[in-house]
């Protein structure tokens, strides 16, 4: 092999390392404007839907149900995300509100 073609395999590959080596940015530990609201056994869907309402907060989707139990997307502010859990926790008619934790494979 030639002596050029060794430097530019060589450059190339010092090059691609480069470009696929990405800065360590801080992780975002939850996902930004989304709360999890577990509510009682004795609480029905239209009560706790009536209850996110009111607040002024978005129902976004039951994700985990085992009846009579059942917990909900909820849709806070950006920003604002643990004053609603919080709040939600101070509910009479919530069991537990926690925001939507990310968990990452290293």
Not at 49 to 55: F, G, P, S, T
Not at 61 to 81: A, K, S
Not at 96 to 106: K, P, Q, R
Request: a negative charge.
């Amino acid at each position: 092999m030639s002596t050029k073609f060794i430097v530019s395999l060589l450059l190339i590959s010092l090059l691609m390392a480069a470009c696929s080596h990405t800065v360590n940015e801080p992780r975002v530990e939850f996902v930004p404007g989304e709360v999890l609201v577990v509510f009682n056994a004795d609480v029905s869907e239209p009560a706790a839907r009536a209850l996110i309402a009111d607040r002024g907060l978005n129902w976004t989707r039951i994700i985990y149900q085992y009846p009579p139990m059942f917990t909900v997307l909820v849709g806070v502010p950006v920003g604002e995300e643990q004053n609603w859990v919080t709040r939600l926790r101070g509910e009479a008619l919530v069991q537990n509100a926690d925001l939507n934790w990310l968990y990452y494979v290293d």
